[in-house]
């Protein structure tokens, strides 16, 4: 395509070409890259890439040499020499790097023998990811791109099974009885029997065909013997800023190595295979990376252990130099199986084939033309436009966000940003929630927690101070006040240091919600046309500025017998809906994850659902399943399921206006009709990338569908606001069309039955009389009124995670506080920021 631009650019550098980006392109990287990244040496060194040069050595091999630097102001520089297999890493000017082995004397030598490079280390990338790409780095690559695509088996349901009923074993006993117990709780669990309902049967006979013998499942010889004694964790979820790797290791263990007449006692990794046993190149290699990961938290554990639990065979794996990956297998066979060769057969006829020096294996030919004949060229066209523009976005999030702070920053300075808090230590019990979800407590050890951006809802991992807690657990804030913090996490353990005590650091991934300005329409004779086409049409309406009239025609929908699907972007909009019909004791089903749903809404979601009325059966989920009419969640929440077994008569998609095109489409596709409610005059999707909006990626489905006319209705008359403040929308945007639903509304005034009283302290001590714009801001025939406060003076100053106005929010309490003394109701007053 004309727009790749730099893309095409940079692809286009044969291998053995000297790696020079041209100076403008180096310097659009540096910036993208640098000075946000924090230039070091020391165990999390990060190098900047300054050139690189491939040269011939003696022996008549080529070698990479690279000039590096640690230092912000790029004056001292270092060499790295790469050598071997490491010749291949596709580095360029500009990129980060850091480096494992001895520097001696400013140089850096990388070869097969000793060191590692690890490219833009700061891009965590899992270890399951790495050791799928030994066969194939494009299914690898693939499965990360197009994640919800990978359809689970029933293979893959019992194999989740087995594991987690042996990580319970090794902690109570393998006796056969406790076994079939385990069993029977594991599948009784309501992620299991969701995936049990979606798919496939299993049973428990199919869960017993391992046996484990824990104090001799190790190899025994002459000279050297092996005893696993315990378990020293349960999924381990380990981050590691040095490698570049993150994942979680099925059972950390303790184990004897008997040598002789020595006894030495390491901890391992353990990994967990329910298929095939086949001690193949990516278990092994995936057990390689594991023992890396544990080095983050533990003396180098030096080798990890892989125990098909089919056989009970347990093979020793030893850390071993890792190498640069092999080719691609263009083999038939291989690709037939994978569960990638859909996306694989469209990336390929739809983007890669549509550049000039693209290439597909002769062999591959017919299967890509199989999986792909179906299609258009204008999919084709819309599917590689839309990769592009999705690619650029990426590229801008991630340049925007800054997670190396978590791993190079200590919790002192990253509590300057607002985005952490730390120096907490835990008090109370842990308790159990959920499946899964831990509710831990956290007091302030020395004083009140600093003014954060951190609230209830946010995301955040949980690291200790020391350099080897980092990244102990994950999950969400559920309460936070001037002393205290409460979170949902995903471990029940938390290690401690000797003294009993361990600092935390929580860190958040800000995210932006913005505030939609909503307009409520009257029902009546425009709602019965909207319920009228939605009814007559054949796929879908298109409902311009419909607000008010969702909850009215779901209920309609509902007492019809129509099975409806509803749906937006944030949970706040899904939940807006739901608070309106749970008015009319109308039931649904929420989806999503309880601590971001309303808490008016949670009794409804279907965690409460199940602890409520111990659904703990496949036949009992089933008929909550199919007993519900309205099911309800956001549009990222379709991996659900539910979705696999049901078809809903109709999607209706709230604030579609401001939802990107493929999220939007996700839910349509589980219902024969749908309606798409917004109003394309506000805000269009969010998009960063200045090149992707030209692209044309704000373009919503709900605007590209504007042109079918017949499909499309729009509503005029509203309920929202009186005539005075429609007339500013009315003239700016809507062209006159806006109405008020009835003269009451029109005329609508603000009612301040104590304004009397306010007024006489409001003389008393701010002049009122001789203050113009108090008369104006409470006089009720003026609705609509605008202070300029530039010359008070109130001027603007950064803060932790944005800007603020201590001036104008001084005035904003004032006036707030006058009015509810006046005799409004807080309920009645919005603030917006």
């Not at 309501?190 to 499942?217: D, M, Q, T, Y």
């Not at 806006?738 to 301040?752: D, M, R, T």
């Not at 008369?775 to 609509?784: A, D, H, K, S, T």
Request: net charge neutral; with cysteine.
């Amino acid at each position: 395509m004309e727009h790749l631009g730099e893309l095409e650019l940079l692809m286009e550098k044969s291998f053995w070409e000297k790696a020079a980006l041209p100076a403008e392109l180096f310097q659009k990287k540096v910036v993208s890259s640098f000075p946000k990244t924090v230039l070091t040496r020391g165990m999390d060194n990060r190098y900047l890439v300054l050139a690189v040069d491939i040269v011939r050595n003696e022996e008549g091999n080529h070698e990479k040499h690279l000039i590096i630097t640690a230092h912000q102001s790029l004056e001292y520089k270092d060499r790295c020499i790469l050598r071997n297999d490491w010749c291949s890493v596709p580095i360029e000017p500009g990129d980060i790097i850091h480096l494992e082995g001895d520097c001696m004397a400013g140089t850096w030598i990388i070869d097969k023998h000793f060191g590692y490079l690890i490219l833009y280390p700061d891009m965590l990338i899992s270890g399951t990811s790495i050791a799928s790409s030994i066969r194939c780095m494009r299914r690898a690559v693939l499965s990360e791109t197009f994640r919800s695509s990978d359809p689970a088996t029933r293979q893959m349901l019992i194999g989740t099974v087995l594991h987690e009923v042996f990580q319970k074993a090794i902690s109570d006993s393998f006796a056969s009885e406790k076994l079939q117990e385990l069993a029977f709780q594991t599948i009784q669990e309501i992620k299991h029997l969701k995936e049990i309902a979606s798919r496939c049967e299993i049973s428990c006979s199919n869960c017993f065909f391992f046996s484990f013998r824990p104090s001799n499942g190790g190899k025994n010889n002459s000279t050297c013997s092996i005893e696993v004694v315990n378990s020293v964790d349960i999924e381990e979820s380990i981050w590691s800023p040095r490698f570049g790797l993150k994942g979680k290791i099925d059972v950390t263990v303790g184990v004897k190595i008997h040598r002789g007449y020595k006894t030495k006692y390491k901890i391992m990794p353990l990994e967990l295979k329910t298929g095939k046993e086949s001690n193949s190149i990516e278990h092994r290699s995936q057990v390689v990376l594991y023992t890396l990961l544990s080095q983050e938290r533990r003396a180098d554990p030096e080798a990890g252990w892989l125990l098909y639990l089919k056989t009970g065979q347990m093979y020793p794996v030893p850390k071993t130099q890792l190498a640069s990956l092999p080719q691609i297998i263009e083999e038939e066979k291989t690709c037939k199986y994978c569960s990638q060769m859909g996306n694989c057969a469209l990336y390929s006829r739809a983007v890669e084939q549509h550049m000039d020096d693209s290439s597909v294996p002769i062999v591959m030919l017919p299967k890509v033309k199989e999986e792909t004949q179906h299609l258009k060229l204008t999919h084709l066209e819309y599917f590689r436009l839309w990769c592009l523009m999705l690619t650029l976005e990426s590229q801008s999030k991630d340049n925007r966000k800054n997670h190396q702070n978590i791993w190079l920053m200590p919790a002192s300075k990253m509590e300057e940003s607002g985005n952490c808090i730390g120096n907490l230590i835990r008090t109370k019990h842990v308790k159990t929630v959920g499946d899964g979800q831990y509710l831990h407590n956290f007091l302030r050890k020395n004083g009140t927690i600093p003014v954060t951006n951190l609230m209830a809802g946010d995301r955040i991992i949980l690291s200790g101070e020391e350099r080897t807690l980092f990244a102990l657990s994950r999950g969400y804030v559920k309460e936070i006040n001037m002393t205290t913090v409460t979170c949902l996490l995903d471990s029940e353990h938390v290690v401690q240091r000797h003294d009993g005590v361990i600092q935390y650091g929580a860190f958040r991934k800000v995210q932006v919600i913005k505030y939609i300005w909503n307009v409520k329409y009257k029902d009546g004779m425009i709602g019965e046309k909207v319920l009228h086409t939605m009814l007559r049409s054949f796929d879908f309406i298109y409902s311009d500025v419909l607000k008010g009239f969702k909850q009215k025609n779901v209920r309609i929908l509902y007492a019809c017998g129509f099975s409806v699907l509803l749906t937006s972007y944030t949970h706040s909009a899904v939940d807006n809906i739901l608070l309106k019909l749970a008015k009319f004791k109308i039931g649904f089903l929420r989806l999503g994850q309880t601590q971001k749903v309303h808490p008016v809404i949670q009794k409804f979601t279907e965690e409460e659902i199940c602890r409520s009325k111990s659904i703990k059966s496949l036949a009992l989920l089933e008929e909550l399943y199919d007993s519900q009419l309205i099911v309800a969640t956001t549009c990222m929440g379709i991996n659900h399921p539910i979705f696999s077994r049901k078809t809903f008569d109709f999607c209706i998609v709230d604030e579609a206006s401001q939802i990107s095109q493929p999220i939007c489409l996700g839910p349509l596709f589980f219902s024969r009709r749908f309606v798409l409610v917004g109003d394309h005059q506000q805000l269009p999707p969010l998009v960063l990338n200045q090149e992707a909006r030209a692209l044309g990626m704000t373009e919503s489905l709900f605007k590209r569908l504007e042109q079918n006319k017949n499909a499309v209705v729009q509503l005029t008359v509203q309920y929202r606001m009186n005539s005075k403040i429609m007339s500013l929308s009315n003239k700016l945007t809507y062209e006159g069309k806006l109405e008020c639903g009835s003269e009451k509304v029109a005329n609508a005034v603000i009612y301040l039955p104590n304004f009397k009283d306010v007024k006489l302290e409001l003389e008393f001590y701010a002049d009122y009389s001789d203050n113009p714009w108090l008369i104006g801001v409470f006089e009720p025939n003026n609705p609509v009124c605008f202070l300029n406060t530039e010359k008070v003076p109130a001027p603007e100053q950064v803060e932790k995670g944005g800007v603020s106005n201590i001036t104008e929010a001084k005035l904003i309490v004032f006036l707030t506080s006058s009015f509810i003394k006046a005799g409004s109701n807080p309920s009645d007053i919005g603030i917006i920021a």
